[in-house]
């Protein structure tokens, strides 16, 4: 069935809500509550319009400010603040602070750090009482600086751009160093690590975190511990995917909508139920904790799902309006946001799509990249700006033919260096970088937001000089590109299951010989890199760098 017909309305039921999206900004219909806790909410028009509401984090407390063209209609002549879960889109709680009613009204309130009343991921809502009712004036504003309260603000990793995805099992060897990694990728599975450890040898991590208890597995996490530290003592900084399995040992942080059966290796995130909300925002807590100052290894960045803009593929809801899963999906970014920064203060937090870009597709399931970028971009803007990134997995038209210039006609008008481009890839990764340079989608700072390109893969199937040719080719467009700040190769070692869908993308074989593309990538920024560069534009049949590179 179509969600619009009966999964919205299931979700609306759950929620007890109504909440409508148009082109990603929070509409000016707002819910109503009666006042009284765990009331049902009707659904009416604010007859004062909405207001622009901010909340930020002052010492101690949440300062929340409110403004409006017009004063609103108020019964008494007073507004009210409320903080109101995540997952509630009514008035279920009591009014924290008042002000009087007019185009501008300032509230305070404590913030409740570390305890079970922290307000550190509550929505903030101004209301005015209108008819008997309060009447919310805001669809819902957060907290945009989380990273006041951080305990870990330690300096991040600058070396270069040349990343690669690391081969675990060759930790221990020293190819990462002789390849001259600067940054690498690793994927962290939250179900594997809630829960006590069933292995005596390592014990359970116990958690407090807002004034409940976690177990935490303390054999995987020793794993993790591992595996960063190797990381960081080779300087070579860290981004880590967090992905959402439904195995069976982590129920409550699986979406109610994700729980129909459909088959997807990762689920979206569960912002519907608090049970999910503390789990998640505990879990990502003690993960940006325990990995920011290096005495576990260290993490710096941190993506929050993978190829979300693909929700059949990879984050998988039953909500397909576009508006209405981003607004999902940016509730759950907003958890682990808020729960990153409040600990470590440098680290980055990025959302993740895939290479195809305005392809204007029909396909359920399935969203262009830049319209998941402008929904979420406009949905997060209206409830309180936040220092996103972005990354991106600008893979080659097909992914199977790493020699792009020697595609068919189809292919190459797949790929543009104009903004409706169907495709983005390394040959016209200026196309995204450009988009978002546009002032609607600058940080809060004004800054163009971090880029960050965390899959680049290039087959040898075809040969291993076009794949390396292809290789050298994309690292100069990053490397000339000041707004792309990493590209992470796929991978250090083939993966044989890859190899069967025409995927030979490392540079050492299954059987661990190099391939020759293992020195062409040690060579990207090395002393023969000249030599390289000339071999790739030989091939590319172009003797002018100008004609391929696109500098930014």
Known sequence: MDFLRGGERNLMNFKKSVRILTAGILSAFVLVATGAVGSDADTVEAAGGNMAVQAAISGSNVNVTASATSAPASDDGMLYLFAEPIYSDAITTSAL????????????????????????????????????????????????????????????????????????????????????????????????????????????????????????????????????????????????????????RAPQLIHPLSRDGFACPYYAFNTAEKDGVDYLAATLAFLAERYSDGSHGKVENWVIGNEVNKRNEWNYVNISNLDAYVNEYAEGFRICYNAIKSRNAN???????????????????????????????????????????????????????????????????????????????????????????????????GQVRSVLLTEVGYTTSQGEDYACAAMVLGYLQAANNQHIDGMIMSRQTDSAAEIGQGLALGLDNVDGSHKSTYECFKQLDGPNAGAYVQQALALRGVSDIGQVIYPR
């Open 347 to 445: 680290a980055n937090v990025y959302i993740c799509t895939d290479q195809q870009w305005d392809r204007n597709r029909s396909e359920a399931g399935k969203y262009d990249g830049k319209d998941f970028i402008d929904s979420f971009n406009a949905n997060i803007s209206a409830g309180g700006n936040i220092d996103w990134g972005l990354v991106s997995h600008p893979y080659p038209v097909p992914l199977t033919w790493a020699a792009y210039w020697t595609g068919g006609a189809y292919y190459k008008n797949l790929v543009k260096h104009n903004v409706g481009s169907a495709y983005v890839t390394m040959e016209n990764i200026e196309v995204m970088t450009d988009y978002m340079c546009s002032p609607q989608l600058l940080a809060p700072n």
């Open 97 to 248: 602070a008042s002000a009087p009613a007019g185009t501008n009204a300032t509230f305070s309130t404590p913030l409740n750090a570390n305890s079970g009343d922290s307000r550190l991921y509550s929505k903030f809502i101004v209301a005015a009482m209108q008819g008997g009712q309060y009447v919310p004036l805001n669809p819902g504003a957060y907290i945009v600086n989380p990273e006041a309260i951080a305990n870990k603000t330690f300096g991040r990793t600058v070396t270069g751009k040349k990343g690669l995805i690391a081969d675990p099992a060759k930790l221990a060897n020293n190819e990462l160093s002789d390849l001259g990694v600067k940054q690498t990728l690793y994927n962290i599975y939250l179900g594997r690590i809630i829960g006590p450890t069933q292995n005596g040898s390592y014990p359970t991590i116990n958690y407090s975190y807002n004034g409940r208890n976690y177990q935490f597995n303390g054999l995987v996490v020793a794993e993790y511990d591992n595996i960063f530290s190797t990381f960081t003592k080779k300087g070579i900084q860290v981004t880590a995917t967090i992905l959402n399995e439904n195995d069976g």
